[in-house]
């Protein structure tokens, strides 16, 4: 059974640095085929993808936010963390993880609850 | 604005089918697969379908979907109450290396 969950601060004053942890079990992120990515939603919005890193520890971004994000994991803690430099107002939403497995494409197939992160002063 | 366009709305009453589009271009829906997410109010994401047209174990086969071109379909057949959520596609766009993208997202109302 698959399960994610994601973690850190609810509140965050602009510029500071945004730091959370999707710590998730019943696979191993070291599977070939295997990923954890970042998903985040503004109130009331859509969806918007901003990172995911790969079994083989490959790494993709949203371009518009390249400069700003960090994945990384850590395969012996089963967690990935995603930090977001510089945040402002316009970065408060809903943050997800979700394990992405490989199909012909890459598919988001569980996901975490989700983690409220507000952006204000 | 996303790069994925899905119409804001829709609604049908139950037991009917209703459609649900995607449009994309050849950077992404065109040379990919598509996968559809079912948002209920307040919830995280659920997959629906992936690679064009697969259902995950568990999700009835009310929802279909399908791919022609650079656009996507998700159709849902005997609606109920139930299915009023949120719909998202997805799929990777070429353009942006190798990185996921979303529509903007569909109101489904059974009314």
């Known amino acids: 059974q698959i399960t994610l969950k994601e973690s850190g601060p609810t509140l965050v004053k602009p510029t500071q640095t945004l730091t959370l942890t999707c710590t998730f079990s019943g696979f191993l992120l070291s599977t070939n085929g295997v990923g954890v990515g970042w998903v985040r939603q503004p109130p009331r919005k859509a969806l918007e993808w901003l990172a995911l890193i790969y079994w083989d520890d490959d790494k993709r971004y949203r371009p518009s936010l390249k400069s700003r994000l960090t994945i990384t994991k850590d395969t012996s803690k089963n967690q990935v963390v995603l930090t977001m430099t510089n945040v402002d107002p316009v970065d408060t939403g809903t943050y997800y993880c979700a394990h992405a497995r490989r199909g012909y494409n890459y598919y988001f197939d569980y996901w975490g609850q989700g983690t409220l992160v507000t952006v204000s002063s | 604005q996303s790069v994925l366009t899905q119409p804001p709305s829709v609604s049908a009453a139950p037991g009917q089918k209703v459609t649900i589009s995607c449009s994309g271009s050849?950077?992404?829906?065109?040379?990919?697969?598509v996968s559809w997410y079912q948002q209920l109010p307040g919830t995280a994401p659920k997959l629906l379908i992936y690679?064009?047209?697969k259902r995950p174990s568990g999700i009835p086969d009310r929802f279909s979907g399908s791919k022609s071109g650079t656009s996507a379909t998700l159709g849902i057949t005997g609606l109920q109450t139930g299915d009023e959520a949120d719909y998202y596609c997805?799929?990777?766009?070429?353009?942006?290396?190798?990185?996921?993208?979303f529509g903007g997202g569909t109101k489904l109302t059974v009314l």
């Open positions: 050849s950077s992404n829906i065109g040379n990919n697969y």
């Open positions: 690679d064009n047209n």
């Open positions: 997805g799929t990777w766009d070429s353009s942006l290396s190798g990185g996921q993208v």
